[in-house]
């Protein structure tokens, strides 16, 4: 089945506008942003909702600033805007490294953080990073905001935090002294969904790891955070055989299924090897010893 079911569509002109539509819509209302998760989704006929709330005109949901030492990024904004930001090259470049990896320049002119979030697929990209980073996200309702972390959004499969009426306004990630971050991906081919991928965060103080965030994407049901890996990592010296150990711990901590990708061995292996990568790549960014 190629055609969606039929829908109602409506162009939301205000946040709030769009937020009394999901309330008074009820269950069967989706929002729209990029379009590149639900309207496959929809043709497939996986998902089928009755109305259509397009959010693409709330351009005032497209930024990427600084603001109340965090950087801010609106839920409309554009993989290409993630991938072009200086903020984020200087301060996150996770992002760049991701969004380098991320679809095809097609999908990454549409699709945005907000969707990528929402949809919940264990294997996107920007939900690690996120969840490495400690990111926190904004969810308005007509109640007003409340203002959730990484850790609690995404609640299973395709599942998040956002309730009925609730819309993601913005992802927030506090600007932190002594940061790397970086992102490693293995895929088939240029544009496809990751086999595995592993996103790393390290705070350095001194000569000590302050604190650090693992997160893996593609290898279980849900973005996974590898939080024995920030366990083991604080308080200690970074160093080659930890950045083994925590890799250790993601190829544990992974619950990979075998499909056209690969076996669950090699995606298991791969998950521990992209970790201690990724937190290698980091932790020389933290250290200004790469570019
Ligand atoms: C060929 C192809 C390859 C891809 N490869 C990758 C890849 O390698 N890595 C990767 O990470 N992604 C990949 N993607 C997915 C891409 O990143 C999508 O852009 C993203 O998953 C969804 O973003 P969107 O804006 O298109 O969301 P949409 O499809 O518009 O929406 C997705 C879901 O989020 C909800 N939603 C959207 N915005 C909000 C909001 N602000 N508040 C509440 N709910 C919201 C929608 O209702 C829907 O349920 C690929 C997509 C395609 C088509």
């Known amino acids: 089945m190629q055609t969606p079911a039929a829908f109602e569509y409506e162009r939301a002109t205000s946040v709030e506008g769009a937020i009394a539509s999901l309330r008074r819509l009820g269950s069967g209302a989706r929002v729209i942003a990029g379009g590149h998760s639900l309207l496959p989704m929809m043709k497939l006929r996986l998902a089928s909702p009755e109305h259509l709330i397009d959010i693409n005109d709330l351009t005032d949901l497209a930024y990427i600033r600084e603001e109340g030492g965090e950087v801010r990024i609106g839920a409309l904004t554009r993989h290409v805007d993630l991938l072009r930001s200086e903020l984020l090259a200087e301060h996150f470049p996770i992002f760049r490294d991701a969004e380098t990896v991320i679809a095809d320049p097609v999908v990454r002119n549409r ?39 990484m850790d609690e959004f995404h609640v299973g499969p395709y599942m998040t935090a956002v309730g009925e009426g609730e819309l993601l306004t913005e992802v927030r990630i506090a600007r932190r002294p002594g940061v790397g971050s970086a992102h490693e991906k293995v895929e088939r081919r240029a544009g496809d969904w990751a086999i595995a991928a592993a996103s790393a965060a390290v705070w350095i103080d001194g000569a000590t790891i302050a604190d650090a965030g693992v997160a893996l994407a593609a290898v279980g049901l849900t973005t996974i955070d590898v939080s024995r890996a920030g366990e083991l990592l604080r308080g200690k010296a970074p160093s080659e055989e930890l950045f083994a150990q925590a890799g250790v711990l993601a190829s544990e901590d992974c619950a990979p299924m075998a499909d056209s990708r690969g076996p669950v061995d090699y995606k298991r292996h791969l998950a ?14 933290a250290l200004h010893e790469e570019a």
């Open 111 to 149: 699709g945005t953080i907000g969707g990528s979030l929402c949809q919940a697929d264990a294997a996107e990209d920007l939900s690690a990073v996120c969840a490495a980073l400690k990111a926190k996200v904004v969810l308005r309702g007509s109640e007003g905001e409340r203002v959730v972390g």
């Open 272 to 285: 521990g090897v992209l970790a201690t990568r990724a937190l290698r790549r980091a932790t020389a960014r």
